[in-house]
């Protein structure tokens, strides 16, 4: 039993002393030493505040302008650095205005990069041909964007609209036979019918 508590604390002193000597490796004192902790709060403040620059700088300016894999699409290049576009989206007299002028500006251009809030980077879908691609060829390959999802599903429900995978696969089989080209005939012949009986 004795010996069992020996080689316990052996074992505990030994990895006192490993992290003794690792946070006197990293340049730190122990606790022991800095009871005040006059140092090291400061210390921790400035290294965070540096950290938290130098993120801002990288999701500002670095990986929009370097580093995005949409760098190269044609879009707006005038927008503030923090708020991107949605200035210029506020300041004209309708929300859509902005999308518009910049589809006459490139209207060859099957999507257009324009910067959003906080250099958020976000797509316009100009082209029917993408359209088509992204709604049907790779519809399960693209996500919706969580904010709008967030702001949309208390107005109109989880649906079809917000359900992602097997569940959506589930619902668009579900509701496709209602879309046959028949039924909307059908539909459209027992509106009119309807309509004359009046």
């Known amino acids: 039993m004795q010996r069992l508590i020996a080689s316990s604390t052996a074992n505990m002193n030994n990895r006192l002393h490993l992290g003794l000597s690792l946070l006197l490796t990293l340049g730190l004192r122990p606790v022991r ?13 400035v290294i965070w505040t540096l950290l ?6 990288y999701n500002l300016w670095i990986y929009p302008s370097y580093l995005s894999p949409l760098r190269h699409l044609p879009g707006p290049k005038d927008h503030h650095f923090l708020f991107g576009q949605t200035l210029k989206q506020f300041q004209s007299g309708s929300p859509n205005e ?9 209207p060859d251009a099957q999507m257009l990069r324009y910067s959003s809030l906080f250099g958020s980077e ?3 879908i100009t082209g029917l041909e993408t359209y088509k691609e992204i709604l049907t060829d790779k ?10 999802e967030k702001l949309i599903r208390p107005i109109v429900g989880k649906g079809i ?4 995978g097997d569940e959506h696969r589930a619902q668009r089989k579900f ?3 209602k879309f046959f080209l028949s039924c909307v005939y059908l539909s459209a012949y027992n509106m009119l019918i309807y309509k004359k009986k009046k």
Not at 161 to 164: I, K, L, N
Request: proline share 6%; hydrophobic share 50%; net charge positive.
């Open 33 to 45: 030493e800095s009871v005040s902790l006059g140092g090291t709060i400061p210390t921790f403040i």
């Open 175 to 177: 509701l496709s036979r």
């Open 98 to 106: 902005p999308f518009v002028s910049w589809m006459k500006k490139w």
């Open 122 to 124: 976000a797509i316009l």
């Open 139 to 148: 519809g399960y390959s693209f996500v919706k964007p969580a904010v709008y």
């Open 161 to 164: 609209v917000f359900s992602h």
């Open 52 to 57: 938290l620059a130098f993120r801002m700088i």
